[in-house]
C-alpha cells in the first residue's frame, strides 16, 4: 500500500544518507503513522545522535512515541522541549495534549487540567481532550466538571463507549443514579457481554433501591466471570 511504499522509500533515504538527521526523522514518523513506536524510538534516537537533538520536530515526535508507548515522564521530557522551540500553534497544542496525559499518568492531575484546558481553548470539537479533561476532573473529584466534560466528548463522539463508560461512572459519582441507569442500559444493550456495564448497572439500581434489578444485573456480570459484581451479590444482597 502507499503507507508501505513511503516507509520503504524513507528506509532507502536513510540507508543512503545514514548521517542524515532529517531521514532518520522521516522513518520514525512513519513508523509512527505506522501505529509502530517502539521502531519509531529507534529511528529518531538515531536522528538526535545524528544532528536532531536539538530540533522540535524531532521532540515531539519522540515525545508522541513516548506517549503511545505510555512512557509518561520521558514523554512529558519531550513535550516540554517541544513546546519551548516550536513556531507552528497546531503542533504545540499537539505537545500541550501528550503533556497532559503524561501529568495524568504520573498522577499530577491539576497539572493535567490545565493542560487539557489549553488544548480545548484552541481546539474546542476535540473529543479526546474533553474525555482526558473528564479524567482528571474525575480524580480530583470535580464530578460535576467530569460530567459536563464526559457529555460533551460523548456528544462529539457517540460511538465511543469509552465516553459513555466514563460519564456513567461520573453520574454515579454525583449520585445521578437515573442518568447512571440510562448510560449502562444503553451500553447492556449494546454489548450483553460488557460485564463492567452490567456491574454498573447494577450499582445505579442499588442506589434507588431497587435490589432486584440491581441483582439482576450483578449476577449477569457474575455469571460472566466479574469478581467484582460475585461480592456485591454477597455483600450487598
Known sequence: ????????????????????????????????????????????????????????????????????LAQAQEALAYAQRAMSGLDDGNQVVTARFIAGRAYYRLGDYDAAGQEFRAVLQARPSEAAAYMWAGLAAYQQSDYQTAVSSFERAVQLNPNSVEARANLGAAY????????????????????????????????????????????????SSCELGYQPACAAINNYL
Open 172 to 219: 454515579l459519582a454525583a449520585q445521578r443514579y437515573q442518568d447512571a441507569e440510562n448510560v449502562y442500559s444503553l451500553l447492556v444493550s449494546q454489548n450483553a457481554r460488557d460485564v463492567e456495564a452490567l456491574y454498573n448497572l447494577g450499582w445505579a439500581l442499588y442506589s434507588q433501591n431497587r435490589r432486584s434489578g440491581a441483582q439482576e444485573a450483578w449476577v
Open 1 to 68: 500500500g502507499r503507507e508501505a511504499d513511503a516507509a520503504e522509500s524513507y528506509r532507502r533515504a536513510a540507508e543512503a544518507d545514514p548521517a542524515s538527521w532529517e531521514a532518520q526523522y522521516n522513518v520514525g514518523v512513519t513508523y509512527l503513522e505506522n501505529g509502530q513506536p517502539r521502531q519509531a524510538l529507534e529511528a529518531l534516537g538515531r536522528a538526535e545522535q545524528q544532528g536532531g537533538a536539538g530540533r522540535p520536530e524531532v521532540a515531539l515526535a519522540l515525545a508522541t512515541a513516548h506517549d503511545q
